[in-house]
Structure formats: structure tokens, C-alpha cells
């Protein structure tokens, strides 16, 4: 009595075993297919991983330096024209039951130099503020070298540089002289980028006392810096316009300077999707790859696949092995795709200083992009292998 042959069988093991061995036998040409859905992952995990690197920096800075930073400037009449804040605003602005401290500062027409020998137009750019001695802390300005102005200093021509003006004024320490207005003054301090207030960065301050008496400054502030109680910054910043100009509290402009980093890391969110499309384009462009070397492969190998016909394989494990290959090519590339995305990451954002972030959804939809590409590339392939006949696949033979 004759008995039936068992079904072929085929583990997932053996699939494994005979769709690395196929790419092991065009290993050149599987490392260059691998390689175009690596960039593409590479840049999707780069994107990503950059721009949170430079919101959690963004987002650092605003928990060092705290949200509850208010600035009062003058606004406009309803003529249109420029207004003033009163000289007794800082005061005012001082008493109010939400603040915690308060600085004023005045823009001055003055100009600052190197030395007496050059021509007062060329001024590079810096311009000239008188500030109260507790406007670093106020900002939380960060002084790089000497010191701020201080009580001892506040009345003398001594000035602190923001690090833009230092910079252009060639001044890299203090102690030398500057040419202020029609007489020297001593550099004190010079600071560090101020996160809140970029516009300190290319000033020259110095004090109101001296501000009055050699340039006749008078007090009218040209803008306050408020530091409100954490749990009373929107009252506060309800009531400063009234409070620094009871008269006509509608001239009275209040913003909060972090209100712009928190805009920045939204725009930088935004620029992400659209370099995140750019990054698919790359993507599909190696799944393209992929499909085009296992196409040309199922050409190549039409005798192997007439065989393993012929030994017994069936059209289900043909397709597997040639699905099999697609995927590993595909992961191979993943693989090799965040970890270069993840390496660029870290690379720019220790030369920005930042903190290194690659998130976890990105390596985690890395893999799974990588995966889908290359089922997708590998689907045409793999029908068409499995739809050969062993007869006409061994023709070839």
C-alpha cells in the first residue's frame, strides 16, 4: 500500500538561514541597496534627534532662567507718536504686591569706541543704555569675566559690555578703557549672551548717576524688566501698564521675553515635519532600490528557485525566502540608518553644546519604517518568484 509524502515543511529558523545566505552571495550589491535605506533613516533619526536636542536646550534655558520675566516698554499715543514712561515708574512698578524686583534701563545718544582716534559714525553696531545695578540679576544675565555694575561703581565711568560689543570692540578682559560719549570709561564686565534680552548683547551699560551728570540723561526710563512671583505673573502682568503709567496706562506696552523661546520651539517643531518629509522621499527611494535588486535577483536565480521547486519547496516558502531577503536588507539598513542618525545627533549637539535627545520613537520608528519598506519592496519580487513554474524555472539550468 503506497504511502503519501509528507508536506514540505520549512521553520522560521531555515527561512532566516536561506534569505541571510542569499544576500550573503551578493554581498556588494545587498550592502548598496541597504545603503539608500539607510540615508534615509540616518536623516529621519537626525531631524528628529536634533530638533529635540535644541527644544530640550530651548526648554533648559527657560527653566534656568524661569517664565516669569516681564518687560515694560513705552508704546505709542493716539497721535501715533512715540510715548514715555514716567521717571517714578520703577518706583511704582517696585511697590506692586506681585514683583519681586525691578530694573529700569534708558537708551542714551551716545556713541561707544575703541579709541578717541576714530570717526563717531562707525560705531559698529553698539549702542549705549543707562541700567540700574540688579539689571544681570533681574535677567539672570550671566557675567563672563569681572563683574556687573555695582552700588560702589554704578556712579563712576565704569562700563559693562554685552558679549556682541566686546566682541566687535576687540576687548576680551576687563580693565582697558572704551571712548563713551566725549570721555573714557573703564570696562568692568563684560557678559555672557543674555537668552532673554539678545538686544544687551551689542550694549555698552552704564549707570544713571553718571548717565545724568555727564550726559544730562534724564530719569524716564526706556523700558523696565520685572521679575514676577511664579504664582502671580498674569495678575502682574494685568496690572503693570496702569501701575507704570496710571495716566494713560493704553501707551504702556507689557510682554514676556520668554514667551519668544517657547515660539522658537514651536517653529523649530514645525521645520521637523518638513524635514521629516524630506527624510521619506530618501526612504522610499531605498525601498525603490530594494525592489529593483530583488527583481533583477529572482531573474538571476530562476534555476535555483526551479530546484527547490523540484525538491519539493512549495510557492509559499519561495515567496518567504525572497520576503525574507527584502526585510533583512531592509533591516540591515535601519540598523546601520540610526545609528548614523543617532551619531549625528550627538556630534552636532555637543558642538552646539546642547543636550544630546534621540528620542525613542524615532529609533523605535526607524526599525518599523525600515520593516515596512521592506515588505513593501519585497512583495512584487517575492509573488513573482513564487508564481514560476519548476519546469520553466529549470529551463535555464
Known amino acids: 500500500m503506497s504511502s503519501t509524502p509528507a508536506p514540505s515543511r520549512l521553520s522560521a529558523g531555515d527561512v532566516l538561514r536561506v534569505g541571510a545566505s542569499g544576500l550573503g552571495t551578493r554581498r556588494l550589491r545587498a550592502g548598496l541597496s541597504a545603503l539608500g535605506v539607510a540615508i534615509g533613516i540616518a536623516s529621519m533619526v537626525a531631524v528628529l534627534g536634533v530638533s529635540e536636542s535644541s527644544k530640550a536646550d530651548l526648554l533648559a534655558a527657560l527653566d534656568r532662567l524661569g517664565t516669569n520675566l516681564l518687560e515694560v516698554g513705552p508704546g505709542q499715543t493716539f497721535a501715533g507718536d512715540s510715548s514715555e514712561l514716567p521717571e517714578e515708574a520703577p518706583s511704582m512698578v517696585r511697590h506692586m504686591g506681585g514683583v519681586e524686583e525691578a530694573s529700569a534701563v534708558k537708551s542714551l545718544d551716545e556713541t561707544v569706541r575703541r579709541t578717541d582716534r576714530i570717526d563717531e559714525a562707525e560705531t559698529g553696531g553698539i549702542v549705549v543704555m543707562a541700567a540700574d545695578p540688579g539689571l544681570a540679576r533681574t535677567l539672570g544675565a550671566p557675567v563672563r569675566r569681572g563683574e556687573f555694575l555695582s552700588p560702589a561703581t554704578v556712579g563712576y565711568p565704569a562700563v559693562v559690555l554685552g558679549s556682541t560689543a566686546a566682541e566687535r570692540l576687540g576687548i576680551s578682559r576687563p580693565g582697558v578703557n572704551v571712548w563713551l560719549g566725549d570721555r573714557w570709561f573703564s570696562v568692568v564686565g563684560i557678559l555672557a549672551p543674555v537668552t532673554l534680552d539678545p538686544d544687551l548683547d551689542s550694549a555698552a551699560v552704564i549707570g544713571f548717576p553718571v548717565a545724568e551728570r555727564l550726559f544730562a540723561a534724564d530719569s524716564s526710563p526706556t523700558g523696565i524688566y520685572v521679575r514676577a512671583a511664579d504664582d502671580q505673573v498674569e495678575e502682574t502682568r494685568d496690572l503693570l501698564a496702569a501701575t507704570a503709567n496710571p495716566e494713560h496706562p493704553e501707551e504702556v ?121 521592506g515588505a513593501l519592496a519585497g512583495l512584487y519580487p517575492a509573488a513573482r518568484a513564487a508564481r514560476l513554474a519548476p519546469t520553466e524555472a529549470l529551463r535555464s539550468v
Open 253 to 373: 506696552e507689557v510682554s514676556r521675553p520668554s514667551d519668544a523661546l517657547a515660539a522658537e520651539a514651536a517653529a523649530k517643531s514645525a521645520f521637523t515635519a518638513l524635514f521629516l518629509g524630506l527624510g521619506a522621499v530618501a526612504l522610499v527611494v531605498g525601498g525603490v532600490g530594494i525592489a529593483n535588486v530583488m527583481v533583477i535577483s529572482v531573474l538571476e536565480r530562476r534555476s535555483e528557485i526551479g530546484l527547490r521547486r523540484a525538491l519539493g519547496a512549495t510557492r509559499r516558502h519561495i515567496a518567504a525566502q525572497f520576503l525574507t531577503e527584502s526585510l533583512l536588507l531592509a533591516l540591515l539598513g535601519g540598523l546601520t540608518g540610526a545609528a548614523l542618525g543617532a551619531a549625528v545627533t550627538a556630534a552636532y549637539a555637543l558642538s552646539q553644546r546642547w543636550p544630546t535627545v534621540v528620542p525613542g520613537v524615532a529609533l523605535a520608528g526607524a526599525f518599523g519604517a525600515a520593516l515596512a519598506i
